[in-house]
């Protein structure tokens, strides 16, 4: 009774942290915003965090860099079980713009996985709520399944 009443409550207010891998900040300008009373994200239940052990859901922006690769990877082993990943913009997606640079590993996926990607340069703040939206959707689903 008691796991069943924490099981629907980690998938009706999930708690996100968002990352930053060295965007150009165009799209972490863009995460704010969504939190702001125009776009209130924080309707859905969300709270925004900044402990990966209390997080639910990684926000992660720009590209993965062979510098910051270890860390996006423990932040990610950090998070409890189960857990979802949205990679935000061209460069969480591929490595955007930056793709080709030596010192670029890629999009987030060459090193964590991700559940879903968020496109634009930079993603639009609505484009960033229907992929926290459709993230949810999957963290509710794994908590599901993992109960």
Sequence with gaps: MFGSFIKKSRAKSPWIMHFDCGSCNGCDIEVLACLTPLYDVERFGIINV???KHADVLLVTGTVN????????????????????IAIGACGNTGGV??????????????????????????KPEAIIDGVVAGLAKFAEKVEDAG
Excluded: S, T, W
């Design 50 to 52: 900044g402990n990966p």
């Design 66 to 85: 062979h510098r910051n690769k270890k860390v996006l990877k423990n932040i990610y082993d950090q998070m409890p079980e189960p857990k979802a990943v």
């Design 98 to 123: 930056f793709r080709d640079a030596y010192n670029v590993v890629g999009g987030v996926d060459k090193v964590i996985p991700v559940d879903v990607y968020v496109p634009g340069c930079p993603a």
